[in-house]
């Protein structure tokens, strides 16, 4: 299995220097060599369990990437710490020379400006986590602010979004660590077996946008996502309950494309397509609902508005302008271009329902990687004149994608209670933006 993954990663290296024909006939071989290993699709990247560290199968084939090509393009690089400043510069020159030296045909201008600011990038990146070491055990890093290596302007992108990314995590790490207690006591929490969904419905009445952010494949995850949003359709009787969702996909726009695009430049303008909602008739299309098909079946058995947000055409985009995305979870640059793309979709329907119903009550239903305050690009982060709320839903812990896992001591009932925990302080709205959520929900396996 070691040989096959090297190989693989040696594939996707080597496809990466070629034309992108060339690519996409290549990529195949690679997934091909990792078998179950790879996952199918990344148009839905996710993580299978409520902290990224138990994502194993693709950290062991980032680490092989890392160990086969130090120097080389075309494969993921992790933001590893060094040891010292001075071993940190030392390997971005050998990356940055390593990089241009394995190119076997000349570069242009604008090629090796990229591969420098990319180099410059890693370091920068490096040497932030190094500094801040302290905070480093998170697993922010392995779902979303892992760094690219190869020498391509999407790496270039990325890296940079993972830099300023880092940078405000530690930032509000600190914060967190600065205060009396850490925080520790500002943390309210409702047991689970106290009607905690009851409870949660009546807290996110008070709002107008909701941010529901799961861990994927829970189905006890998923049947507390429908109890809330019937809970919330109860204890709102007079409000229009509407739900997006990232989990079924938007009508195709392919047909109506007029000229070659590409990531970079595709550009899906909302007003343009017309959005309806999903019918019981779809549920027969596994391939616009391929994600937790019973909850949607029931939901809407029940009559829930609910509005696909995925557009398909720019995830084969982003997998064609980087294939090494076939190889991993996700990235910065894709999930952030995946999260304008959805506030374009939601702006354009809200404006449109709060002519008739001004009112409306918005959820979001969607992977934390997206929801979190935390997230570079977060979701919630485009809606800055609305009151809104996110909500981080997970099964048995809560994730490890927010500032308490770094700084909090773990015998603190947050890491130990199936529950409803909530910012109990006047300044509740502040504690959420520095921490991920404004609420988490941990639900227990039954």
């Not at 060599?33 to 950290?59: D, H, M």
């Not at 007003?271 to 939901?299: E, T, V, W």
């Not at 009559?303 to 947000?309: H, K, M, S, V």
Request: proline fraction near 6%; glycine fraction near 4%.
């Amino acid at each position: 299995m070691k040989f096959l993954n090297s190989f693989a990663v040696f594939l996707v290296g080597l496809s990466l220097s070629l034309p992108l024909v060339a690519q996409k006939n290549l990529l195949p071989a690679a997934k091909a060599a990792l078998g179950e290993n790879v996952a199918k699709s990344v148009a839905r990247p996710t993580v299978a369990a409520n902290t990224a560290r138990q994502i194993a199968g693709q950290a062991a084939l980032r680490h092989t990437a890392a160990q086969a090509s130090a120097v080389v393009p075309g494969v993921r690089v992790p933001a590893a710490h060094t040891r010292s400043e001075s071993n940190a510069r030392r390997k971005n020159v050998l990356s940055y020379q390593g990089l241009v030296n394995s190119i076997p045909h000349p570069l242009s201008r604008n090629q090796q400006k990229i591969i420098r600011a990319n180099a410059e990038a890693l370091h920068d990146i490096r040497t932030v986590w190094t500094k801040n070491e302290k905070f480093a055990h998170t697993g922010i890093r392995d779902v979303l602010y892992e760094t690219f290596g190869e020498h391509s302007q999407y790496a270039l992108r990325n890296n940079q979004i993972v830099l300023s990314s880092s940078k405000h995590f530690f930032e509000k790490a600190k914060w967190l660590d600065s205060l009396p207690n850490k925080g520790q006591d500002k943390l309210g929490l409702i047991p689970f077996e106290q009607n905690a969904v009851g409870a949660l419905a009546e807290y996110l009445s008070q709002y107008d946008l909701v941010f529901l952010g799961e861990v994927h494949y829970l189905s006890c995850v998923q049947q507390a996502v429908g109890d809330l949003l019937r809970a919330l359709r109860n204890k709102n009787p007079n409000r229009r309950v509407v739900v997006f969702t990232e989990f079924v996909d938007l009508p195709d726009t392919t047909a109506k494309v007029e000229k070659e695009e590409n990531f970079f430049t595709y550009y899906r303008r909302a007003a343009d397509f017309p959005l309806a909602p999903l019918r019981p008739s779809d549920l027969q299309a596994p391939q616009k609902i391929d994600y937790a098909p019973n909850l949607f079946a029931a939901l809407l058995k029940e009559n829930f508005e609910i509005y696909p947000l995925e557009d398909r055409k720019l995830c084969r985009l982003a997998n064609q302008e980087q294939p090494v995305l076939l190889l991993s979870e996700t990235s910065a640059k894709y999930t952030s271009a995946r999260n304008k793309s959805w506030a374009r979709t939601m702006e354009q329907k809200m404006a449109e329902i709060r002519q008739t119903d001004p009112d409306a009550l918005f959820v979001v239903y969607a992977g934390i990687a997206h929801t979190s305050w935390l997230m570079p690009y977060a979701l919630p982060k485009f809606f800055e004149n609305e009151n809104r709320a996110v909500v981080e839903m997970t099964q048995e812990e809560p994730s490890d994608l927010n500032t308490l896992e770094v700084v909090w001591n773990k015998k603190h009932p947050f890491f130990k209670r199936k529950a409803l925990f909530f910012w109990d302080d006047p300044h509740a709205e502040l504690f959420a933006r520095q921490t991920g959520f404004d609420y988490a929900l941990v639900v227990p396996e039954k």
